[in-house]
């Protein structure tokens, strides 16, 4: 299985600073000139919810301090500038091999 | 709007078996796959199985192979994902979730299986 290894696994963030994920695939994910990379958030109680999909493609009602970026193997969620609103969990996931793999997750904490 | 809505909480004893459901509403059910995710207590999400609703056809983690059922019911729009032989380490918050292109798009609200004698 394509193993995701996500940095840092905790984020205290100042409200207002920018805020950066890393997520490092063990394989290339590229496939048929796609990369099936997604970034989701899960806040405290809640469903995930997908932000991000294909490394740089924000989900509808997304807000644009959300970004991703990437390429073959080594993919980044970048946020503008945290709010409130934004703690929660982040996880990466591939869809290019199978079975799906997640990241371990990314703890974003307000200072 | 696509909705999936999945049973309520279950309480199990350690060596039964669970089944949970997954409604879907809001688009054709047997156009899009249905994924399963679970979520130990602060853990991660752990990718458990997949079914086709067109066909039927499944695949589940080998880590789950032996233990888990994915089926669907067309008329009712709605999956079920059924983990036998369960053990306290399955207690968890069991997801559905739609398949889109190599990704997920939308997820139920979760079901909590607790195993505990």
């Known amino acids: 299985d394509v193993v995701m290894t996500q940095s840092p696994l905790s984020l205290p963030v100042t409200l207002g600073q920018p805020a950066s994920i890393s997520c490092r695939s063990s394989?290339?994910?590229?496939?048929?000139?796609?990369?099936?990379l997604n970034w989701f958030q899960q806040r405290p109680g809640q469903s995930p919810r997908r932000l991000i999909y294909k490394v740089s493609n924000r989900d509808s009602g997304v807000p644009d301090r959300f970004s991703g970026s990437g390429s073959g193997t080594d993919f980044t969620l970048k946020i503008s500038r945290v709010e409130a609103e934004d703690v929660g969990l982040y996880y990466c996931m591939q869809g290019t091999h199978w079975p799906p793999t997640f990241g371990q997750g990314t703890k974003l904490e307000i200072k | 709007q696509v909705q999936l809505v999945q049973s309520g909480a279950e309480v199990k004893k350690p060596g039964a078996s669970v089944r949970v459901s997954c409604k879907a509403s809001g688009y054709t059910f047997i156009s899009y796959g249905l994924h399963w995710v679970r979520q130990a207590p602060g853990q991660g999400l752990d990718w458990m199985a997949w079914i086709n609703p067109d066909n039927g056809n499944t695949k589940s983690s080998q880590k789950f192979q032996d233990r888990v059922t994915i089926t669907r019911d067309t008329s009712a729009s709605t999956a079920y994902m059924e983990l036998s032989s369960l053990r306290s380490e399955d207690t968890a918050v069991y997801y559905c979730?739609?398949?889109?292109?190599?990704?997920?798009?939308?997820w139920g609200q979760g079901t909590l299986v607790t195993v505990s004698s």
């Open positions: 979730a739609r398949d889109v292109s190599s990704s997920i798009d939308s």
């Open positions: 394989q290339s994910l590229v496939y048929n000139e796609n990369t099936y």
